[in-house]
Structures are given as structure tokens and as C-alpha cells.
């Protein structure tokens, strides 16, 4: 572990970030790579440069992809990994993570998410503000979980899948990888096809 981080995005998903990093008094120097040259500050934080520049500073900071999009966050982090990139977990401290939970580098899980005992999150996610993860979860790699979403127990979400805000997941549900549950979405049966999903229950529409 480094005392720097470095958080690639500044805007909206970095700004939160860096919050949480902030809040977590690990490092002591945090600062933003940003590929907008007209973001100087962010969070009252320095913009030190853009992303392309990530990998002359792997030996001396940690690093963290602070991008919203699973498919942008995917390609940079596994760049950063096959680098030897340090990549942290950062856990907003009024999250409450159960025993037996299982947190991969380069997820942020926000403040207010509940994840409860045995479950397993892949790296690269976003766990997003107020977020419940019940027992024995499974969240593959570059899983995006928006505000307010409530997964039920035993639920399994596949990489790079997006949850939209306020979406419901019952129990024992399976959803593949690559998929879009939109907002307000209760999904009641495994979703087994790559596609976007909307209404109550879900449905398919793309």
C-alpha cells in the first residue's frame, strides 16, 4: 500500500470516490487523473494530470478507476492490472459490510449499502449509495448497483451488469452478464439473455 492516491475521473462517480477516500484518512496525498483539460479541481482536489499518464506512477500511488461506465472502468482497471498497479477498495465508513464478505480491488461501495454476510463482490464494482445486498450474494466483475437497489438473498448479477436505481431482485435469481435492469425494475425470474429489461415484472425490450 501507498500513503497517494491517484483517481482516474473527476466528475460525477470520481467526486464520489474521492469522498470516500477521503473519508477512509488512509492516504496522504489523493489527486485526480482527468482527460478534461478544463477540470483543474475536483472535490478541492488537484488534477495532476490525464489518463494517459496513469502508469508512470504506479510504483510510488495507489490507483483507482473513479468511471462510471462498466465497459470504459473494465478496459482501464485490467490496463492498470497488467501493469502491477496497486488498485484499492475503498468502503464508505457508514457502510455496513457483514462477516464473511468477500470485497475484490477497484470496487467503491458507498454510503448507507448494507451487504450482508457470505456474499462476494467482484472487482471493479459499484456499489452505489444506499444499495442492500442480502446473504450469500454474488457480484461478478464491473457490476454497477445504482442508489437504492435491493437485492434479496442468494442473488447472482454477472460482469459488467447494470442495476438501475431503485430496481428489485428476489430471492434465488440469476441475471447474466452484460445485461440492463432499469429503473424501478423488479426482476422475479433468472434473466438468461443479454438485453435490457424494464417494468414489473421485468421484461425484455432491447
Known amino acids: 500500500m501507498n500513503n497517494k492516491l491517484l483517481i482516474i475521473g473527476a466528475s460525477g462517480h470520481g467526486k464520489v470516490v474521492?469522498?470516500?477516500?477521503?473519508?477512509?484518512?488512509?492516504w496522504q496525498s489523493i489527486a485526480f487523473l482527468d482527460d478534461d483539460e478544463k477540470i483543474k479541481l475536483s472535490m478541492g482536489l488537484e488534477v495532476v494530470g490525464n489518463s494517459n499518464e496513469a502508469m508512470k506512477h504506479i510504483n510510488d500511488c495507489d490507483i483507482f478507476v473513479g468511471v462510471?461506465?462498466?465497459?470504459?472502468?473494465?478496459?482501464?482497471?485490467?490496463?492498470?492490472e497488467a501493469e502491477g498497479a496497486t488498485l484499492p477498495t475503498l468502503i464508505h465508513?457508514?457502510?455496513?459490510?457483514?462477516?464473511?464478505?468477500?470485497?475484490?480491488?477497484?470496487t467503491a461501495i458507498m454510503a448507507g449499502v448494507v451487504i450482508n454476510c457470505c456474499s462476494k463482490i467482484g472487482k471493479g464494482c459499484?456499489?452505489?449509495?444506499?444499495?442492500?445486498?442480502?446473504?450469500?450474494?454474488?457480484m461478478e466483475d464491473f457490476v454497477h448497483i445504482s442508489p437504492g437497489v435491493h437485492l434479496a438473498g442468494a442473488v447472482k448479477v454477472g460482469q459488467e451488469s447494470w442495476l438501475?436505481?431503485?430496481?428489485?431482485?428476489?430471492?434465488n435469481v440469476n441475471i447474466t452478464s452484460n445485461c440492463k435492469v432499469g429503473a424501478?425494475?423488479?426482476?422475479?425470474?433468472?434473466?438468461?439473455?443479454?438485453g435490457t429489461y424494464?417494468?414489473?415484472?421485468?421484461?425484455?425490450v432491447l
Open 198 to 204: 424494464v417494468g414489473v415484472p421485468a421484461r425484455r
Open 18 to 26: 474521492a469522498d470516500i477516500a477521503l473519508k477512509m484518512n488512509r
Open 93 to 106: 465508513p457508514n457502510a455496513v459490510i457483514a462477516e464473511q464478505v468477500e470485497v475484490a480491488p477497484g
Open 126 to 138: 459499484i456499489i452505489n449509495t444506499g444499495a442492500t445486498i442480502d446473504h450469500d450474494n454474488v
Open 164 to 171: 438501475g436505481i431503485g430496481s428489485t431482485v428476489s430471492n
Open 68 to 80: 462510471g461506465n462498466n465497459e470504459v472502468r473494465k478496459r482501464i482497471q485490467q490496463n492498470l
Open 184 to 194: 424501478g425494475t423488479v426482476v422475479v425470474m433468472d434473466i438468461t439473455e443479454t
